[in-house]
């Protein structure tokens, strides 16, 4: 069995976007998006800093398929930052859709960055927008916290957490995707894509229970 790791001050869960519209009956439902909920909740119990993402769009998200007559959920279009996939309407600002999985211990997250709330550009980090310059703010909080190493859960783990993880090790942080506390779209070979691309820049892959005690 692997050696557990043990979570100290200067680690940080952060949660990709584990919201009602990203699970079973959701808008944009990932496939099993629920089943991370109890993992994720154990992780936080044995980290001593959380952060917490959350999809917060306008109801007319340029990103919505809805806002461009004639086009459907999952094609692609260029917008002015490039190519981008469009989206059943999810994760509207104030609905039940937008909110945190109702099981989630999201009352221990110390900081939550909303994503996604400019209407012309779509987020999936919780670094930066889609235009991949424009930033949320969450760099600048890890590091004046101290945040040296980050491991990332949530939905899903071919777009916020991919590309989350993927800011994060460009700008410095060592970073870990805990698989099992992800689930994937899989959109045409997406998660595959994804997990290549992760380890091409040297994130490690880890399953939860290298950080778990018995709890």
Known sequence: MATRLAPGETDLLLAVDVQNDFCPGGALAVPEGDAV???????????????LTQDW?????????VAHPGRQPFETVMLYYGRQTLWPA?????????AFHRQLASDAAEFIVRKGFRKAIDSYSAFFENDRKTPTGLAGY??????????????A????VRYSA????RLGFAVAVIEDACRGIDLDGSLAQAWSALAGLGVE??????LLADL
Not at 57 to 65: G, I, K, T
Not at 157 to 160: I, P, V
Not at 166 to 169: I, N, T, V
């Open 57 to 65: 769009h306008p109801a007319d998200h340029r990103s919505f398929a």
């Open 142 to 155: 890890c590091r004046e916290r101290g945040f040296a190493r980050l491991y990332l859960c949530g939905l």
């Open 37 to 51: 909920v109890p993992i994720v909740n154990r992780l936080i119990a044995v980290f001593p800093h959380v952060a």
């Open 205 to 210: 892959r880890l399953l939860a229970a290298r």
């Open 166 to 169: 993927e800011d994060a090790r």
């Open 157 to 160: 783990t071919d777009y916020c």
């Open 90 to 98: 999810h994760c509207v600002q104030g609905t039940p859709g937008a």
